[in-house]
């Protein structure tokens, strides 16, 4: 099953105490997370933080409404990024999270899962940061908050293609590139187009097993339309928290399903959701072995989306790859469960024992 589970502190009253003690508590620690919040934010884009939210304005004014701590300090630091797409001309205001500073270790690049946004990242991103890593949280094209005005197709190789041309105007380097569900499948097809841009993988609780989108890529447009509008609706996204998390509070499944589906309410998303299904999504399973990477497959104990049988398959198809377990975490331990998470992917990227 596709998942779809996926924002920093404003001038306004911050969260109660209480409110903050129980985020930290499920997001695994409060250290250093909120420190980052205070002051305007500006973007390449021209687009400067609201002066009474602290948001950049290209976010949908409902980000507002978002409780979560974490997700509120990630949002305000999202700016976007102009990547070339084709032409000298033609530029994609693309959104991500850039880290505040270099590190001698390559650089971390945290992709998403499907229909999601690198707000997904928002527990996790703080303690990669205090870990010393160089971390970029970057928006899949057709999916998170970039702008997509001019509706640009969003197939596979357009997504491929467009984090290329991401990596080659700002990162640069050979990056550690982390893929959790589908994002895994994002990061292998890429690392087999573009081996000199990745130096090692992170899958967490992979899909890539999936054969594309299968039947959905036939669909009669209006049918296609009527199925994503479904997609985005609050009912499927809270049932979709419920199958990916590993218990949480009804008050925090509601916010979490605020944050998930916060940039469905941009108005190219139903556009380029249905550009990425008609094209027949991520099929991935016959590159697997041509993956030259070194990968470390991170499986989460109690995941009742993706099994551990399709796992460990992964862990045994990759040249070289080492597997690790998450206990008591649901499909997304970089949410659920972010520290032991950050600690393998800290281990992993500077060469440690994980």
Same mark, same amino acid.
């Given at each position: 099953?596709?998942?779809?589970?996926?924002?920093?502190?404003?001038?306004?009253?911050?969260?109660?105490?209480?409110?903050?003690?129980?985020?930290?508590?499920?997001?695994?620690?409060?250290?250093? !997370?909120?420190?980052?919040?205070?002051?305007?934010?500006?973007?390449?884009?021209?687009?400067?933080?609201?002066?009474?939210?602290?948001?950049?304005?290209?976010?949908?004014?409902?980000?507002?409404?978002?409780?979560?701590?974490?997700?509120?300090?990630?949002?305000?630091?999202?700016?976007?990024?102009?990547?070339?797409?084709?032409?000298?001309?033609?530029?994609?205001?693309?959104?991500?999270?850039?880290?505040?500073?270099?590190?001698?270790?390559?650089?971390?690049?945290?992709?998403?899962?499907?229909?999601?946004?690198?707000?997904?990242?928002?527990?996790?991103?703080?303690?990669?940061?205090?870990?010393?890593?160089?971390?970029?949280?970057?928006?899949?094209?057709?999916?998170?908050?970039?702008?997509?005005?001019?509706?640009?197709?969003?197939?596979?190789?357009?997504?491929?293609?467009?984090?290329?041309?991401?990596?080659?105007?700002?990162?640069?380097?050979?990056?550690? !590139?982390?893929?959790?569900?589908?994002?895994?499948?994002?990061?292998?097809?890429?690392?087999?187009?573009?081996?000199?841009? +990745?130096?090692?993988?992170?899958?967490?609780?992979?899909?890539?097993?999936?054969?594309?989108?299968?039947?959905?890529?036939?669909?009669?447009?209006?049918? $296609?339309?009527?199925?994503?509008?479904?997609?985005?609706?609050?009912?499927?996204?809270?049932?979709?928290?419920?199958?990916?998390?590993?218990?949480?509070?009804?008050?925090?499944?509601?916010?979490?399903?605020?944050?998930?589906?916060?940039?469905?309410?941009?108005?190219?998303?139903?556009?380029?959701?249905?550009?990425?299904?008609?094209?027949?999504?991520?099929?991935?399973?016959?590159?697997?072995?041509?993956?030259?990477?070194? $990968?470390?497959?991170?499986?989460?104990?109690?995941?009742?989306?993706?099994?551990?049988?399709?796992?460990?398959?992964?862990?045994?198809?990759?040249?070289?790859?080492?597997?690790?377990?998450?206990?008591?975490?649901?499909? !997304?331990?970089? +949410?659920?469960?972010?520290?032991?998470?950050?600690?393998?992917?800290?281990?992993?990227?500077?060469?440690?024992?994980?």
């Amino acid at each position: 099953m596709m998942s779809l589970v996926w924002g920093s502190s404003s001038p306004t009253p911050p969260p109660p105490e209480a409110a903050v003690s129980t985020m930290a508590k499920k997001c695994g620690g409060s250290r250093g !997370l909120l420190s980052s919040s205070k002051g305007v934010v500006s973007n390449s884009s021209g687009a400067v933080a609201s002066s009474t939210t602290g948001f950049p304005s290209f976010l949908p004014k409902e980000v507002e409404k978002i409780k979560d701590p974490y997700a509120r300090t990630l949002a305000q630091r999202m700016e976007r990024l102009p990547v070339q797409i084709g032409s000298s001309e033609s530029f994609i205001m693309s959104s991500c999270v850039k880290p505040q500073k270099q590190s001698e270790i390559n650089p971390v690049v945290l992709l998403h899962c499907f229909d999601s946004s690198c707000l997904e990242w928002r527990c996790a991103y703080p303690l990669l940061e205090e870990a010393g890593l160089e971390a970029w949280a970057v928006d899949v094209l057709g999916w998170g908050f970039s702008d997509l005005e001019r509706r640009p197709p969003c197939s596979a190789a357009s997504k491929r293609h467009h984090l290329y041309q991401f990596w080659k105007s700002y990162i640069r380097r050979p990056m550690i !590139l982390v893929g959790p569900s589908l994002g895994a499948s994002v990061a292998i097809d890429f690392a087999v187009h573009y081996p000199v841009a +990745v130096e090692k993988l992170v899958l967490i609780n992979a899909s890539v097993y999936a054969e594309g989108t299968g039947d959905l890529a036939k669909l009669p447009k209006f049918l $296609a339309y009527a199925g994503v509008s479904l997609l985005k609706s609050i009912p499927l996204r809270l049932y979709a928290n419920l199958l990916a998390f590993n218990g949480i509070s009804l008050s925090t499944t509601f916010d979490w399903t605020n944050v998930g589906r916060l940039h469905c309410l941009l108005p190219w998303w139903k556009d380029a959701t249905v550009s990425f299904m008609s094209s027949g999504g991520y099929n991935v399973i016959s590159q697997i072995k041509q993956v030259k990477q070194k $990968a470390l497959v991170i499986c989460s104990e109690q995941d009742h989306i993706i099994s551990y049988k399709q796992i460990l398959r992964l862990r045994c198809e990759l040249p070289y790859a080492i597997m690790r377990l998450i206990p008591d975490s649901g499909h !997304l331990p970089h +949410v659920e469960n972010p520290s032991p998470v950050a600690k393998l992917i800290a281990g992993f990227a500077r060469n440690d024992h994980c």
